[in-house]
């Protein structure tokens, strides 16, 4: 590890995969387990303008289905973030009972609210949804924005391939029908282990372009009621909906559950 041992308040355990923004640590922070995520202040500016984004948009909100910003600081020409760690990622749930409608359904939650403050998130996929002591929650906030002068959102095709929303590789500005979009491809890929566009054996950059023209495909071992909501969320993609998340919480509270393991990776452009 080339970082030193100790970062502001946090001591630094282990290496991670590095993320969207920079190196992330599996760390310790106030006697709890914590990712710590770096983004050097002299190198990319963007990426250094996209962390104190991070930062705003993470210290605006407050909700129990979103994962909380712990700390945060510059030290040794490095900012940092520090997060909670996850005890286990969406995939993983199945043992714990939790269905693919429960876990869309608590992520619905903390989503409405980001929405309800004025921000987008814009990167929603399996891996950013975690367990958090019995309960889920919505992080992975690196790529998330607020809605205004001075946004980057019309900025390409970002985040998670496999649930990426059509607008966004077309380069359209994000909207919360975009974040609907990516959270009801997480719903089809939670509950059948197969993404709304399938892997083909080609590129990454293939892939993502072929996003923006090929329409979803829904697996038809989808039971009734999810995918009725399923095509209902992706067709939300590119709009601007008020209150995007509130008719969902209440579908998804009384849908059939339904969970089949995922076995699909996720890929991030």
Do not use: W
Request: proline share 7%.
């Amino acid at each position: 590890m080339k970082q030193p041992e100790i970062l502001g308040p946090c001591r630094l355990l282990a290496d991670l995969e590095p993320g969207s923004l920079g190196r992330r640590y599996r760390s310790m922070f106030d006697g709890q387990k914590a990712i710590v995520e770096t983004t050097s202040i002299r190198g990319d500016g963007e990426l250094f303008e996209r962390s104190l984004r991070r930062i705003e948009v993470m210290t605006m909100v407050d909700h129990r289905h979103l994962v909380p910003i712990l700390h945060a600081g510059i030290e040794r020409d490095e900012l940092f973030i520090v997060t909670p760690e996850p005890d286990m990622t969406a995939d993983r749930c199945a043992p714990l009972g939790l269905d693919a409608r429960e876990i869309i359904g608590q992520v619905a939650r903390g989503l409405a609210h980001l929405h309800q403050n004025g921000a987008i998130h814009r990167d929603i996929q399996r891996r950013h949804i975690g367990m958090y002591d019995g309960v889920v929650k919505l992080g992975g906030f690196a790529l998330s924005d607020i809605d205004g002068p001075g946004s980057t959102q019309g900025v390409g095709p970002i985040g998670g391939v496999l649930t990426m929303a059509p607008s966004i590789v077309r380069g359209e500005a994000a909207t919360t029908g975009s974040d609907l979009y990516s959270l009801g491809a997480t719903l089809h890929l939670l509950a059948t282990g197969i993404a709304v566009h399938p892997e083909r054996s080609e590129s990454l950059a293939t892939r993502v372009l072929r996003l923006a023209t090929d329409e979803p495909t829904i697996d038809p071992l989808l039971p009734k009621p999810l995918d009725s909501l399923v095509r209902s969320m992706l067709a939300a993609d590119g709009l601007d909906i008020d209150h995007a998340c509130t008719g969902l919480i209440a579908e998804l509270a009384t849908t059939t559950p339904s969970h089949r393991p995922s076995t699909t990776g996720d890929t991030a452009p």
